[in-house]
């Protein structure tokens, strides 16, 4: 098992928005995450002295193939349709590596 973390900003005007889309997230995109080897995932909000809106996602990955995965869920057309909703409410930070869309973290401590 591997965790990741990643870092995103979050429009202001779009908080409320995407709170409500992820209280009622749809089945078929839950279904994905788990058919992917995710377990454990949560999405925190937190509005820093910046006074901008950032999301932090963590979670668990249990398969063999993360990258093989992750492709299979971004091929996923009700993913897809879920991620053009929640896209622009989303705000990449300008200093993540090419590729990325939510900015990866370095965790440096965890217990179990």
Not at 56 to 81: H, I, K, W
């Amino acid at each position: 098992m591997k965790r990741y973390g990643w870092v995103i900003g979050l429009k202001p005007e779009k908080v409320e928005a995407y709170k409500q889309l992820h209280a009622d997230v749809w089945p078929g995109v839950l279904q994905m995450i788990k058919a992917c080897h995710i377990q454990n995932y949560s999405i925190y909000l937190r509005r820093l002295d910046d006074g901008r809106h950032y999301l932090f996602s963590c979670l668990e990955y249990v398969g063999d193939n993360f990258e093989a995965d992750l492709a299979r869920m971004a091929a996923d057309p009700e993913t897809q349709r879920w991620w053009e909703l929640c896209r622009p409410c989303q705000e990449p930070l300008a200093g993540r590596q090419p590729g990325e869309w939510w900015a990866d973290m370095e965790e440096v401590f965890h217990l179990d």
